[in-house]
């Protein structure tokens, strides 16, 4: 009893752009075959993303759930711990990032307007504040520390720690900042090949779903970063 | 679906629309959301998020800064949750402006809103739910003080000795090493942990198989410990063969009782 | 339901073959396999992958009960002068020789080192290699795209990437066992997990092929939401949608948000093992009831993402068999996503010996809340079922089973979640018997009886039935004398995770074991049966049930891109009494007779 329908007439497959080769690269790029439309994928790609950077923010949920519970615990390790943070190094960063992340919004604002040359300039300019973010990271912050013995764990061997549980505050701190470096490593990587891409056409206007899906990503750094500086940095 | 009539092209398409579920003339979405979901910022608009955030990062760094000065010049110390709230006030707000213009949440979906929210709601109950149990240990250690009295107020902040006249967790100062003092409480429960540390560095007591290595490093660790403790306040249990651990802590022989 | 459009029929239909077409010669459909992103091919592998850790675990299960026949008596004896000291009653003491690093010490013997081993291995691979991914990564892959009217899942490379996931997350898991095995427990507690075997790297192992499992749920978790989000056919609203589609997607959420809290917690661990940072070490200032709780927060809802798709497959599995609309459809729908959002609430009911007892009063309390929607579910089976053309066919006979043993699986969790009474039957054989009855007696039942009910679509193939329905019976049979017994050993006193235990028990284990065996064979004629069926089954119909939903539109097997036109839905999943089922023959699926005046059908 299977009634027929005959109301709409959609058609069998979904139309896929013509693929001209004279048409820049991002007009020729097709969209799988389980999709309607553009459109559609572009959306379904972005929702992705969002909930995939939420797996992301609950990652980081437990290291700030430990911060919580162990200055709750040790205010004293805390705060002594923070002191020995150099905000200046700290703050730097936060500029850098916060720097990149807007040459990443504008890079999406290139591509939707077919900027292609500023888009690669962004681009760069991007991955560039992620090498001085890691550079900084590793040469001003982690090895001096680590050579003066503010270490985490057992093996923390700072002389004049003023309270017995410093190494829980470096402990943490090295797993927050660490794990968020490796973000921000991963998140460098993934531009990189945007950047790649970017140089053999990929992106246009409203065809940029790899720029937008890595952004986010970037910007998600940059927002734990934004809770971990005060966090780490100013709160003594 | 013999007793529903087949639906003809009659109708205005939007009610038909309604009726049905989906667009009759394009069932399948195919030209649906073309035009939506692309939404370009201005290079103002971006210029200006950028400008904003930068000025933030200042006045959050000043303001730090600015207790630190208050307190080494003028010698007043501002509470800390001042300090706190002021900073993860400024970082909630920097937050919002990177997740709303950068990633553009202001102009997107509803759902992906939604996605965001329900993954705070979720960060919520689990550092809520886990403070609640970490941060009320107190109560535990009341029961196993033996001042819990069982069919009282249980453990909900009655008991004697656990807490001061204030009905606060009892606090008692910490004195640096020199016994100086230092201006600095800490809790109850607080000396209790450390009295089980050592218990359970006793190498026969816990048996464990950590390379010789970490071993050693996990012994000046708690000689540093040890070293830094403050000199020996009436409170403080250091042999836990003594049954004082689960006394009162005015308990003066040590038997358990009063 | 879902009527087809035939507007460019002929044009393109039946030119498609089953998606089980080879391409080419064997290696060349090898490589297609490997490479495919067909969600209907990844669940079939997910499907074939996690009957092969079934076997794995249940073998480890097996050991676990053999060692447990006889309790571990220590023999004194004076030989030549000298005594020696011996143990009996140790059966898997045998298999010492061939497991590394499993002597005696410290007055634990080879034998209970493995037995030590045996458990945990049984309990890592039974929840994270084959309940977690059982349901969604197979018949949920499978099905899924299928009921909604697509041609795949939204994000299908991602799909295959979970696939390879999974088995690069199990393959660390099985070279731990390679390497003799954990012994810390499916929960790794701090301080077995930090401290035991700390001269191997397996515990690292493990713990690794945990986090990275988690990945893989979390892929097939972010695919189904997107998919069910984005890519309904026509017509198809919320409310239309299957009610295995709700479970599916109220899995995701909770894998979601769920599963990446395990991952920082297998991270920390790993750093506290590996670097003793001492978050988790007492010595240091650190707390291991810090990690109970980020573990449960993970644990705790993950349950619910074993037996949330397995009450989807009994929504589908009662109706279809039933023949008759499913009672209570919102409020199933909503009861699916209220338990969703429970799940998180409770984490902290599985430490109340460990935790403050503030927090245990609020987490008790708020366990109790579980109970309200799944006791919705429960009755709306029941009254679904009453009245209905009940056909006693393997499915139906599962999920008959599946509501007699989840319902005392989940009513065994109230007094646990009491606090009196938990902290008698805490860490009690009580507590196993119950997860046993939820996730055995529950996932595991619904899952075969799913695989049953979809197997003629799946493969194209009818099952033997007469077999079927004797390996469904052995193991119920089987099931509840392994579990039921152990319901009393707790109450009694037995504690859970012990090589040994007092001779008054010896009768009640030996039946456990007994019944393991029971539930061993009726496992292996099931195996019979899929193999039969797939070397020399009879041809399936395309709707051997006559189930109403999309899956039951397209051939059996289904083609290439699952339909020949994309479907549009004209009417619900469970309207049997008005809607004659697709490729069905009235008189072999009659609908009901119109009702009398007055006459009610609930
Ligand atoms: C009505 C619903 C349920 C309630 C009230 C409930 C309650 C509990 C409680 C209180 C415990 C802790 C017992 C203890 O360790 O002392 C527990 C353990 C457990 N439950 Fe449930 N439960 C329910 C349903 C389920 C379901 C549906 C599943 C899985 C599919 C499940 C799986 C488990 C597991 C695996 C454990 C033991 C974990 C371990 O310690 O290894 N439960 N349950
Ligand atoms: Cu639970």
């Known amino acids: 009893m299977t009634s027929i329908e005959t109301g709409g007439n959609p058609p069998q497959h979904n139309q896929q752009p013509p693929a001209l080769s004279t048409e820049p690269r991002w007009k020729r790029q097709p969209f799988a075959n389980h999709w309607r439309s553009h459109a559609e994928d572009f959306d379904a790609c972005k929702i992705g993303m969002w909930l995939f950077l939420t797996t992301e923010v609950l990652l980081f949920a437990g290291i700030f759930v430990a911060y919580a519970v162990f200055r709750m615990w040790y205010p004293e390790a805390f705060a002594n711990g923070s002191h020995h943070l150099d905000v200046h190094w700290g703050a730097l960063n936060t500029v850098i990032l916060l720097i990149s992340s807007f040459t990443v919004a504008a890079s999406i604002r290139n591509a939707q307007l077919n900027q292609q040359g500023l888009l690669k300039i962004n681009l760069s300019i991007t991955l560039v504040c992620a090498l001085l973010f890691m550079i900084i990271k590793f040469t001003f912050e982690y090895a001096p520390k680590w050579a003066e013995g503010k270490r985490p764990g057992v093996w923390f061997s700072y002389p004049f720690a003023a309270d017995p549980n410093e190494h829980i505050w470096w402990s943490l701190y090295y797993t927050a900042t660490g794990i968020h470096a490796l973000h921000v490593l991963i998140g460098a990587g993934v531009l990189f090949v945007v950047l790649l891409k970017s140089f053999k056409g990929w992106y246009g206007p409203k065809h ?5 899906v890595a952004g986010l990503y970037w910007h998600l750094v940059d927002v734990i970063w934004i809770f971990l500086f005060p966090l780490l940095y100013l709160i003594h | 679906m013999a007793d529903q009539q087949h639906q003809g092209p009659a109708g205005s398409p939007t009610s038909e629309k309604e009726k ?59 509470p800390q949750w001042v300090n706190v709230t002021i900073a993860m006030t400024i970082a909630t707000v920097k937050a919002i402006l990177v997740v709303a213009f950068f990633m553009q949440l202001y102009y997107d979906t509803k759902l992906n809103t939604m996605i965001l929210l329900f993954c705070l709601l979720t960060f919520g109950l689990f550092i809520g739910f886990t403070s609640i149990d970490m941060g009320n240990r107190d109560r535990i250690y009341s029961w196993k003080d033996g001042q819990h009295t069982p069919g009282g107020t249980g453990g909900l902040g009655l008991e004697r000795g656990a807490f001061d006249s204030d009905r606060n967790p009892r606090r008692t100062t910490v004195t640096g090493p020199d016994g100086e003092d230092t201006g600095r409480t800490r809790r109850a429960s607080e000396e209790v942990a450390g009295a089980i540390t050592d218990y359970s560095a006793d190498p026969d007591v816990a048996r464990t198989r950590i390379d010789a290595d970490v071993l050693e490093r996990l012994e000046r660790y708690q000689e540093r410990r040890r070293a830094q403790r403050p000199a020996a306040s009436p409170n403080r249990v250091t042999d836990l063969s003594s049954p004082r651990l689960f006394a009162p802590p005015d308990d003066e022989d040590g038997d358990g009782n009063n | 339901m879902s009527t087809i459009d035939t507007h460019n029929a002929g044009q393109h239909a039946h030119h498609e073959g089953s998606y089980l077409t080879p391409h080419g010669g ?15 091919k990844i669940g ?70 493995i037995y030590n081993r045996a458990f945990s291995l049984h309990g890592i691979i039974m929840t994270f290699m084959v309940i977690v991914p059982s349901v969604p990564a197979s018949l949920g892959n499978f099905f899924l795209p299928l009921m909604l009217g697509a041609k795949d899942v939204a994000f299908p490379r991602l799909n295959l990437m979970s696939w390879y996931i999974y088995v690069f997350g199990s393959i660390f898991a099985v070279a731990a066992v390679v390497m003799g ?7 790794f507690y701090t301080p077995y997990s930090t401290m035991t075997d700390a001269d191997h790297l397996r515990v690292v192992f493990v713990i690794l092929a945990a986090f990275i499992l988690g990945f893989s749920s979390i892929l097939t978790g972010l695919n189904f939401i997107v998919t069910v989000h984005k890519l309904r056919a026509p017509g198809m609203g919320w409310f239309d949608m299957p009610l295995f589609v709700w479970a599916m997607y109220a899995t995701a959420i909770i894998q979601v948000l769920a599963t990446p809290v395990i991952g920082i917690t297998l991270l920390l661990l790993i750093f506290e093992r590996v670097f003793h940072v001492g978050i988790f070490d007492p010595r240091m200032g650190g707390d291991p009831v810090l990690y109970q709780h980020f573990f449960w927060f993970y644990s705790h809802p993950v349950v619910y993402v074993m037996i949330i ?56 309390a708020l366990t109790f809340l579980v109970a309200i929607p799944t006791a919705i579910k429960v009755f709306n ?43 008698h039957l805490h860490d009690s054989y009580f507590v196993v018997a119950h997860f046993h009855y939820v996730m055995m007696g529950g996932t595991i039942i619904a899952f075969v009886g799913g695989i049953h009910h979809w197997w003629p679509k ?101 083609i290439e891109h699952n339909f020949h036109h994309e479907p549009i839905v004209k009417h619900g999943p469970y309207d049997f009494d008005t809607v004659q089922p697709p490729h069905t023959d009235p008189a072999e699926f009659p609908m009901p007779e119109p009702l009398r005046p007055g006459e009610r059908t609930h």
């Open chain 1, 208 to 212: 940029y779903t790899g720029i937008e």
């Open chain 3, 44 to 113: 079939v592998m997910y499907l074939f992958a996690i009957m092969f850790m079934f076997f794995l675990g249940g073998v480890a299960a097996l050991g676990v009960r053999a060692e447990l026949w006889e309790p571990t008596r220590v023999v004194t004896e004076v030989v030549e002068g000298e005594t020696v000291t011996s143990y009996t009653g140790q059966v898997l003491v045998n298999l010492a020789p061939i497991v590394p690093g499993v002597e005696s010490e410290g007055g634990i013997s080879a034998g209970m080192n």
């Open chain 2, 20 to 78: 049905l579920g989906f667009d009759p003339h394009d069932p399948h979405g195919f030209h649906e959301g073309e035009e939506h979901g692309h939404h370009i910022l201005s290079m103002r608009m971006l210029v200006v998020i950028l400008a904003l955030l930068l000025a933030l990062t200042g006045l959050t760094v000043g303001s730090a800064q600015a207790e630190i000065i208050i307190a080494e010049e003028l010698g007043i110390s501002i």
């Open chain 3, 26 to 40: 064997a290696l060349a459909t090898i490589w297609n396999w490997a490479t495919t992103i067909d969600h209907k």
């Open chain 3, 181 to 187: 095995g954990v012994d810390t427990g499916w929960t």
């Open chain 3, 458 to 558: 799946m493969f194209g193939k009818l099952y033997n039935e007469r077999w079927a329905i004797v390996g469904c019976v052995l193991v119920f049979i089987g099931f509840n004398l392994t579990f039921f017994t152990q319901f009393i050993l707790g109450t009694r006193g037995m504690p859970r995770r012990y090589a040994s235990y007092p001779d008054e028990f010896q009768f009640l284990h030996q039946l456990s074991t007994i019944g393991s065996w029971i539930l061993g064979i009726g496992f292996l004629i099931h195996l019979g049966v899929f193999v039969h069926s797939l070397v020399a089954g009879r041809k399936a119909p395309e709707n051997p049930w006559g189930g109403l939903s999309l899956e039951w539109e397209t051939e059996s097997p289904p």
């Open chain 3, 309 to 364: 798709p397995a009450f989807g497959i009994i929504n589908e599995i009662i109706p279809v068999h039933a023949r008759k609309k499913l009672f209570g459809y919102r409020a199933m729908a909503f009861a699916t996503l209220g338990i969703a959002a429970v799940s998180f609430l409770v984490w902290g009911h599985h430490m109340f010996t460990a935790s403050g007892e503030l927090a245990a009063m609020i987490f008790s």
């Open chain 3, 381 to 423: 089976w029941v009254a679904t079922l009453y009245k209905g053309s009940i056909a006693f066919n393997t499915p139906m006979l599962y999920a008959l089973s599946f509501l007699f043993m989840f319902t005392i699986g989940g009513l065994t969790g109230l007094p646990l979640a009491t606090l009196a009474t938990d902290l």
